[in-house]
């Protein structure tokens, strides 16, 4: 089962911004959908971002992010990125890399729930305060 580890969390003041890494063990980086997932304080974990396996344009961002995240992949690095600007107080939380095999013809799936993913980061922890 691939493994995910994150790394770029830190701490931020409100409008600033950071950068958010996920690295892939093995060599299938290719075959995997992909997503962002965050908990807030005292909140369930919800969806940030999710990118498919064939990246491109087909991509998912949540609401309360359009405009001010964007999530990529370099399938040369094995790494998914999120780029995180304008950062906002309500983006605190632990941030999640998430993984799954996308045997689809097309690469073109984005999924979005938890429940669609099998590998899991540790997570990374980002504080937006001043």
């Given amino acids: 089962q691939v493994q995910v580890v994150e790394s770029g969390g830190g701490l ?3 409008g600033g911004s950071l950068n958010l890494s996920c690295s ?3 060599r ?3 075959l995997l959908a992909m997503g962002w997932f ?3 304080p005292g909140k369930e974990r919800e969806i940030a971002a999710a990118i ?3 990246g491109r344009s ?3 961002l949540a609401d ?3 405009g001010r995240f964007t999530i990529s992949r370099d399938n040369t690095k094995s790494t998914m ?3 995180m600007n304008d950062l906002k107080t309500e983006d605190t939380g632990v941030y999640y890399c998430a993984a799954r095999r996308d045997w689809s013809a097309s690469g073109s799936t984005v999924y979005t729930h938890p429940g669609d993913f099998t590998s899991w980061g540790q997570g990374t922890q980002v504080t937006v305060s001043s």
């Fill in 12 to 14: 931020v003041e409100p």
């Fill in 24 to 26: 892939a063990s093995g």
């Fill in 81 to 83: 990125y999120l780029t």
């Fill in 28 to 30: 299938d980086f290719v």
């Fill in 52 to 54: 498919s396996r064939s």
């Fill in 64 to 66: 309360s992010v359009k």
């Fill in 38 to 40: 965050r908990r807030a």
């Fill in 58 to 60: 087909n991509v998912y």
